[in-house]
Every structure is written in C-alpha cells, then in structure tokens.
C-alpha cells in the first residue's frame, strides 16, 4: 500500500495559479501510474489528469486541458499538479491516488485531499 499525501491547495482568485503537490511513502511509485481528481459537495469524484509511470504519457480532462499540467518526480516520489488561469468552476477538493485510467474504481490508493477554491 502506498500513502499519499496532497499538499499547496488554498485560495486564489481567478486567472491565478497554484501547484499541487502529492507525496508517497511506504513504496516507490515510479512504475505506476498516477491521478488527479476533484470533487466538489454532494458531486462525484471526477477525473482531472493521470500520468504515466515514466511520465511519458498524460490524459487531462477537457475542462483543464491547457491550463492544468501533470508532472511527477520519480526520484523524490512526487507528482505534482500544475494549475493555471483558474477558475471558480475548478474549486474542489483536489485528491491524488495510484492507479491508471479516468476511472474512480480503477485506482487503490488514495490521499486526504487539498481544498482549492478560485475566488470570483
């Protein structure tokens, strides 16, 4: 099992920009995949972007593509979420988890999650 923990979400206004943050510990994850997702009150948890192991591989959804960038650092165990021109519809709760796909199912280990909040 991997633990996963989020970190840089905060209050920004639209149009501003903010990196996310997701380290593990208790296992290596360069050889697996990686995802971000969201989810706001009452709403499903929504798939954001996934990287690949080696990073040569990443799917974004189509409401952050172009504004948002999905990196990972093997060697310090991190993936990283950068996200630009925010806007007040991307306030969530920002969740990284271990895994592969655009599916909530499909991926095992979870972090607690970072709120970020786009002000108008």
């Known amino acids: 099992q991997v633990q996963l923990v989020e970190s840089g979400g905060g209050l920004v206004q639209t149009g501003g920009s903010l990196s996310l943050s997701c380290v593990a510990s208790g296992r290596t994850i360069g050889s697996y995949g990686m995802g971000w997702f969201r989810q706001t009150p009452g709403k499903e948890r929504d798939f954001v972007a996934s990287?690949?192991?080696?990073?040569?591989?990443?799917y974004y959804a189509d409401s952050v593509k172009g504004r948002f960038t999905v990196i990972r650092d093997n060697a310090k165990n991190t993936v990283f979420l950068q996200m630009n021109s925010l806007k007040p519809e991307d306030t969530a709760v920002y969740y990284c988890?271990?895994?592969?796909?655009?599916?909530?199912?499909?991926?095992?280990?979870w972090g607690q999650g970072t709120q970020v909040t786009v002000s108008a």
């Open positions: 990287i690949s192991g080696n990073g040569k591989t990443t």
């Open positions: 988890a271990r895994g592969w796909g655009r599916e909530t199912r499909a991926y095992v280990d």
